[in-house]
């Protein structure tokens, strides 16, 4: 299909077509961002004085529901972890995740724990 589609174009145009694609973000990865992205406006409106933590939790909820529809439960439960509970609020420190191996992983970045969920959890 795709390729009758590219020869119509290229019929059209008269000549060879290069299609290239832009890398769209992994489905969690985007995920975790935005949800990286919602505490971190809810931590600066909450340093405002505004409580939005009512919001907040409803809209989390539906994501959590969304993501068990999709993957095992472990996986919602580590975005969640992560997102929420991984930086020590008093050092700042990233906290490590351990595994049923005692083995300890630290994640940087969405990308890095998304990684991570591929390859133990078949995220």
């Keep these: 299909m795709q390729d009758n589609k590219r020869k119509k174009i ?4 008269g000549g060879r077509l290069t299609v290239k ?10 995920i975790i961002e935005d949800l990286c992205d919602l505490e971190n406006r809810v931590l600066i ?3 405002m004085g ?6 907040e ?5 539906i994501i959590d529901s969304l993501l068990q529809k ?13 997102v929420f509970e991984s930086i020590d609020p ?8 351990v595994d049923e191996n005692d ?6 970045t969405p990308k890095e724990l998304v990684k991570y969920l591929k390859k133990y959890y078949n995220a």
């Design 10 to 13: 290229e019929d059209i145009l």
């Design 21 to 30: 694609q832009t890398p769209t973000p992994d489905f969690l990865t985007s």
């Design 45 to 47: 409106t909450s340093q």
């Design 50 to 55: 505004i409580d939005l933590f009512g919001f």
């Design 57 to 61: 939790q409803i809209y989390l909820g």
């Design 70 to 82: 999709i993957y095992p439960p472990e996986i919602s439960e580590i975005i969640f972890w992560w």
């Design 90 to 97: 008093v050092s700042g420190e990233i906290l490590p995740l």
């Design 103 to 108: 083995k300890e992983h630290i994640f940087k």
